[in-house]
């Protein structure tokens, strides 16, 4: 089942306390980028890149192509969903497409499989694992109002993977009437009576944000590389 892969790589340092793109930072010799990457170009079932970028930025990524000859660059939008739909309306023809963070650099090949499995039966799927803690609803007074069974619960990772012509189709539904998800798979619920089902991700493929994720995934890759 081939694919294409969009790799969101537009945010900042500011949580990260970086005075640069998260994205730019090392580990373990190699820009976190660059990790997430090479998952995708490893896989031969991805047919083409599509990484969405900041204009400014955009000869930082020039060694990524040089070096990854499948890679095309997107320029990103004001919002996360927005930078989506950019690079779905720059590609000419898929039939699949995922999603996925730039900064998450440790997805693996075997997540890419359980994944893409699921798309046989499926129009929409993504990776997520088991919620270990209990988890409490709070109001704006910080007061507990539940209590979620927690054997329901599950944390959404990405890749996240979509029938491209459903993905795109939500998309455009959402620009229309100016609705914002957190992620792509909330589209596909809202406006679609077609199930999202869930694949068995990693708690190692974690989305480094603060620098506390920085020094995981320096251990997490030590044990790794």
Request: charged share 25%; glycine share 4%.
């Amino acid at each position: 089942m081939n694919y294409t892969a969009i790799i969101l790589a537009g945010g900042s340092g500011s949580r990260m306390k970086a005075e640069i793109n998260k994205i730019f930072l090392e580990i373990e010799g190699r820009q976190i980028i660059e990790h997430s990457v090479r998952i995708f170009e490893q896989d031969e079932r991805c047919v083409n890149i599509v990484l969405v970028i900041k204009e400014k930025e955009v000869e930082q990524y020039r060694y990524l192509k040089n070096e990854y000859p499948h890679i095309q660059f997107v320029f990103g939008g004001a919002e996360r969903q927005d930078s989506v739909y950019n690079a779905l309306v720059h590609i000419k023809k898929t039939d699949y497409v995922l999603v996925h963070d730039g900064a998450r650099p440790f997805v693996e090949l075997d997540a890419l499989d359980r994944l893409l499995d699921k798309l046989k039966t499926a129009h929409a799927a993504i990776l997520a694992v088991p919620v270990k803690d209990t988890i409490k609803v709070v109001n704006k007074f910080e007061q507990i109002t539940q209590t979620p069974d927690r054997a329901a619960l599950w944390a959404a990772q990405t890749p996240q993977a979509f029938d491209f012509a459903t993905l795109l189709t939500c998309h455009e539904k959402a620009r229309h009437h100016g609705y914002i998800a957190t992620d792509d798979a909330a589209l596909i619920e809202r406006y679609t009576d077609k199930h999202v089902v869930v694949a068995l991700g990693s708690y190692e493929n974690i989305k480094i944000t603060t620098p506390i994720d920085l020094e995981m995934a320096s251990l997490i890759a030590k044990k790794r590389f």
